[in-house]
């Protein structure tokens, strides 16, 4: 059974990297790169790998914990943030806009960024984060779905409204792994599941059919029912 837990590419063991979904000839693989190469200085080394896919490198990332990672190469990752801080900072600035009233309130899923950005609290940096994760949704259908880039939803909720008409549900029995992985709610694991229902039992009428796989949780299903077209 897949385990995703954190791990250090440097250290663990083939059964681990196993555990983590990868097959054996894969884990075999990664130590022999450890042999040769030395060591994984960064997540991104993990792309490496002769035989891992993106999808697969995609799921793992957020698990990847490198530990004593090369001082100068934190130095440069340090100054690189420092530098792009400075420039947001700069240019939010210079980012000046007459701020709506209370009592204003746009929709949420019709806001350009330069709407977003007349809400108090909202400068360019954000107004671009909303949209870009509204893209990636297909439309927002809570407010609360805010906090889910760290934005502050009790400071916000006054100034939208959201019509869900404007959603655009994505089409499980036809799109690919690859597609339905972009969503922000599917893992390669669920995305993966659905196509083998798709291939084994062909088209799937109802969302509860997803629910015999251990892949999915009541949450996750709940919160996918805004976004999942059938037909």
Not at 79 to 90: C, F, G, N, P, Q
Not at 119 to 138: N, Q, W
């Amino acid at each position: 059974m897949v385990k995703l837990v954190e791990f250090d590419p440097n250290t663990v063991d083939s059964a681990t990297f196993v555990s983590l979904g990868l097959p054996p000839w894969m884990a075999r693989n990664i130590l022999r790169y450890r042999a040769k190469q030395g060591r994984f200085r960064r997540p991104e080394d993990f792309r490496k790998i002769y035989g891992l896919t993106e999808e697969q490198y995609l799921t793992l990332s957020p698990y990847i914990r490198i530990a004593n990672a090369d001082s100068e190469l934190i130095k440069k990752d340090t100054a690189k943030e420092v530098t792009v801080r400075l420039l947001t900072e700069s240019k939010e600035k210079r980012d000046i806009v007459a701020k709506y009233k209370p009592g204003t309130v746009i929709d949420l899923n019709r806001a350009d960024t330069a709407e977003l950005k007349k809400i108090p609290g909202i400068g360019s940096g954000i107004a671009r984060r909303i949209v870009d994760y509204r893209r990636k949704l297909g439309g927002f259908y809570r407010v609360e779905q805010l906090g889910e880039i760290h934005l502050k939803v009790n400071k916000l909720r006054q100034w939208f409204s959201i019509d869900t008409t404007l959603i655009h549900p994505l089409p499980i029995n036809e799109a690919s792994v690859e597609r339905m992985m972009r969503h922000p709610y599917l893992n390669f694991y669920q995305a993966k599941a659905i196509w083998e229902h798709r291939r084994k039992k062909g088209d799937i009428g109802s969302l509860k059919e997803l629910s015999l796989y251990e892949e999915f949780s009541t949450e996750d299903l709940e919160r996918l029912k805004a976004y999942i077209r059938l037909d």
